[in-house]
């Protein structure tokens, strides 16, 4: 039994599991599988790659939000199951997205979605033309129909994350607002909703800046985690280099009741490319997390996360070591420590 308890969250003894490699010498507490990536170039007619997408527990076994690149170059979103979470089969056909009415609603491109279930219904989020990029989102109970709800920003914004449950009585969705194209900045933000409507209670949550890895922007990775300790969330950082933006991520953990307060920051990367499939691809160094699956019985999570652009990989932690390492290497800043309001 792990000493920080993950909560309100079922038990998911079929979590796909590695144990940490006895001679792996990495810093971070966080392995691969040995097996990355899960999904390689070309997977479906249409579809050149598949990377930053989506896993979750479903009728004992799992489903997924993909994004599929298509070879036209515009990305969409496509659906897959899997009985063991590492081998998926994937829909040839896009999610059809419908509005309230049942007709078809269709971005004009979707990416990077994310999954969460609240209370009894799931939510889609992902980044898409709203006049400018921003986010989309949708509901569904049966992974049959997807019905739009309103966009909750206006452009430019990415990364949205829903939390697993309301807090405070309202619902609350992470962000990263910013600007047009590969932007040179991006903190995350937290606002909040009575009815996944109308958004707002609009606080800061955290910057970039603070450290190298993470110091030109920062983005939600997997819907955040409740434990015992607060709401550990796993983002993205990026850095800027010579050849160009390089991504990494780190981890974070929310105060569980003023989520836009941060408890511990860990100064240190988690992750950041070495592998081929990290460092060699469309874009090449990116490490790019959008979901994880976690068991509370055991401590362990696998993490998802898209590679260079190109491949889907999986990466694994305990929630003890992590947490340790976490606080271990904490740096929090006044403006990560605040309430977000100025
Ligand atoms: C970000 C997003 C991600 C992408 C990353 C690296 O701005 O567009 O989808 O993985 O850049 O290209």
Redesign the pocket.
Known sequence: MSKVKILNCQSLPNIPWQDRPANDTHDAPVWRYSENPIIGRNPLPGVARV??SAAAPYEGGFIALFRGERTNGIPMIYLGHSADGIHWDIDPEMVPFTDEAGKPLMPRYA??PRLVKVEDTWYAMW?QDNYGASIGMAKTTDFKTFTRLENPFIPFN?NAVLFPRRVNGRYQLLSRPSDSG?TPFGDIWLSQSPDMKFWGMHRHVMSSGSKWWESVKIGSGAAPIETSEGWLLFYHGASSTCSG?V?SFGAAILDIDEPSRVKYRCENFLITPEEWYEEKGF?PS?C?PCATLQDPDTGRIAIYY?AA?TYLAMAFTEIDPLVDYIKAHSDVTESDAEIGIR
């Open positions: 990377f930053n990416y990077d980044c990415r590969h933006f991504y874009v990116v790019f898209g652009d």
